[in-house]
């Protein structure tokens, strides 16, 4: 049903049918006019007819009456209505956004509760807090080792100076004692040239056979150990040159070890760090292990030499 049906069903109930009236002052004027001419009976039945009219609009007004009661009742009825959706309208905003609020509480929880999930995951995947101490004490055992082995190395260096200190001063003194053999050789030499031209030729022969006999140059008579301290042999010579590179050979193999195993020891890993450290450790034994070879190496030469 429209809207302008609905307003025109209104206005029909509100307003009083005014037919009945009009009808009604028509035939009484028309009765009034008439009052002269007409008989008693006509005058009794327009009289009717009038007062009919009368009553039927007295009938329309009291339906009017009625009616504009029961629309005041039922625009009451309907204000209270009114009042009463208004109510149910802010009631039901009220409940809206009690349960938006409710709804993005839930969502924030639902959010929340998927970090959690995914923090405990993260954290089930981390190592446990013993674990982690664990690993703490084990990492300050090893910086307290390296600590320890750092304020060894500089023992371990100094020993390795003294050591190289040591080797350098050994082959200086061999330098020095191969030299001094080296001009007492060349003595002998000229000292047995000289006695082989005043003997003769045959005293010659006897030396020369006999020095071939006993592996000595025939240009070198054989010397008789005790006519002179300082007289080498050839023999000797090359004893003596085989003991000094022996003994070079020796300590430049030592120090060439115990300078690869430090480097080791400082570039290696935590693995072989003992195994570096002892070497190194073991390097001024090795040293002394030499030093004790080269007194045993320079007493054979002076053996010889004697």
């Known amino acids: 049903m429209s809207t302008k049906s609905e307003d025109q069903i209104l206005r029909s109930r509100l307003a009083v049918e005014d037919k009945p009236l009009k009808r009604c002052l028509r035939q009484l004027s028309t009765m009034c006019a008439r009052h002269s001419q007409l008989s008693p009976e006509e005058a009794r039945l327009a009289c009717e007819r009038v007062l009919q009219e009368v009553r039927w609009f007295r009938h329309t007004v009291q339906v009017a009456v009625q009616s504009q009661r029961r629309c005041e009742q039922e625009i009451r009825s309907y204000s209270g209505q009114c009042a009463e959706l208004d109510r149910g309208v802010v009631d039901s905003c009220l409940e809206i956004k009690r349960l938006g609020d409710k709804l993005e509480e839930s969502r924030n929880h639902k959010r929340h509760k998927v970090a959690y999930d995914e923090i405990a995951a993260e954290a089930n995947n981390r190592p446990t807090r013993e674990r982690l101490l664990w690993d703490f004490n084990e990492l300050n055992s090893e910086i307290e080792q390296l600590r320890q082995e750092e304020a060894s190395h500089e023992v371990v260096v100094g020993a390795l100076r003294a050591q190289y200190l040591a080797v350098i001063g050994e082959l200086g003194k061999l330098a020095e004692t191969s030299k001094n053999a080296l001009s007492m050789q060349d003595l002998g030499i000229y000292l047995g040239d000289a006695d082989a031209d005043a003997t003769g030729d045959v005293d010659c022969e ?9 592996g000595i ?78 007194e045993c190496f320079g007493e054979e030469e002076e053996g010889e030499l004697m």
């Open 206 to 214: 006897k030396t020369t056979t006999a020095g071939l006999a006993m």
């Open 217 to 294: 140059s025939p240009t070198t008579p054989r010397q008789p150990e005790a006519s002179h301290d300082d007289y080498a042999t050839p023999t000797g010579d090359a004893m003596q040159s085989e003991l000094v590179a022996a003994r070079d050979s020796s300590l430049a193999g030592q120090l060439d070890g115990a300078v690869l195993s430090y480097g080791s020891r400082e570039e290696g890993e935590d693995g072989n760090s003992d195994d570096s450290y002892d070497s190194r450790t073991d390097a001024p034994q090795q040293g002394a292990d030499s030093e004790e070879e080269g």
